[in-house]
């Protein structure tokens, strides 16, 4: 085992990591004088790892939506009555699986250590049936039911899925009522050797603890932790990125209509780089549509939308922007939004505006690190991308906005749900 000190002289934060010689690795965040403590227990598979290779080189391919599966039946141990057990210690325990991670995690005032084995015992003492597999699929075939009532998630889903027909990202994490009718015991067994492997996981406790209750943790892991095992080799389908437009809309009863508009990226391999990339197209997003932008200013005082929100996005295979919001003038904000873009392709942004945002973004950053669950949430998200959470504020420091023409170069979408009434 190695213990590395990490320390950010911006910030005046710190953290320790250890290295244990299967790969696995724990991160121990300091927060003196934090009666409440927490513990983050994640793996770097999520909904788009859908075909793959094993170590022995044999071929796999799961139905969508197999991750999020895996995740209840092994959150809601049957057998261990684990969110039982943890709720009686006083913890508030959950779990979640994006495209990239599946994570289980507490927060906890007291008993953290009885708390902290038991969040480690659910992928060593996985309890599913073959019963309750079937059982499940009813549960989580009423979960996606819910996500498409939700207008909102189904409009902008509809855009991500016709930008990305192959890459699984253009898939609902949940899957279909179809494709969970695939997924079976032996399945969900397959996945675990794969993918929860001690090199793909991690474990981040933050909290108030000394180095002797640092090393009672150590001593709680499981051989499963401890033992190398292979991690398997995923396989991604590659995207057309021919430059197109495509306006999606439909109608329904609805008080205000739902739009999304969706800008397809270029993927970039190198990790590092992709988040350099996040950094920057934050900066800009912020200034081109941002609350405090001239662009939504005059929309919102217009009455054309009631919110706006613009994210990047990226993971292996795949980077998007989203420009999604509510409002009575669709059709108004995507013309709006294109001749935006297009002006800032021909001329760029004054570098006061830029670095105007710089100082908001930096000031959110470090206010994030009063909280327990931004930190964790962060440092999970960024570690499984093969990035220090440290690294954020000396690129954010060092960043310049000189290649603006081929930042947003890429196929686009407009998704709209309109209000049948209004147009």
Partial sequence: MKKTRIIDPLSREQYDQYTFSSGFTLVHYPKKGRFLKGAYLSVGYGSIQLEGEDAKGERFSFP????????????????????????????????????????YYFTAPINFMKSLKLLLDIPVYPAYTEEGVVAERKIIA????????DVDYRTFHRGLTNLYPHHPIGRDIAGTKESIEKIDKALLDQVLRHYYVPSNMLLFVIGDFSEEEIQEMIALLPDFYLQERPLATTFFPKEDMKPSHLQLLSEEDIPTASFSYLVKLKPIEDQHWSFRRQIKYGILLDVLFGPGSAFYMKHYENNDFLDLAANYHYGKGYRFVT?????????????????????????????????????????????????????????????????????????????????????????????????????
């Fill in 64 to 103: 969508e939506g197999t991750a999020h599966f895996l995740e209840h039946k092994l959150f809601e141990n049957d057998e261990l009555h684990l969110i039982d057990q943890m709720s009686s210690l006083g913890a508030s325990v959950n779990a979640f699986t994006s495209h990239d991670v599946t994570c």
């Fill in 323 to 423: 420009i999604s919001g509510e409002g009575k003038k669709p059709l108004v904000v995507e013309q709006s939004i294109m001749e935006n873009l297009d002006h800032f392709k021909n001329y760029g942004l004054a570098v006061e505006e830029a670095d105007r945002v710089k100082k908001r973004i930096m000031g959110r950053y470090l206010m994030g690190f009063n909280s327990i669950k931004a930190v964790a949430s962060s440092f999970t998200l960024l570690h499984h991308r093969g990035v220090a959470i440290f690294d954020y504020l000396k690129v954010l420091n060092e960043m310049i906005i000189d290649d603006y023409q081929d930042l947003f170069k890429g196929p686009s979408c407009f998704s709209a749900t309109l209000n049948k009434e209004e147009k």
């Fill in 142 to 149: 009423h979960e996606i039911a819910m996500y498409q009532n």
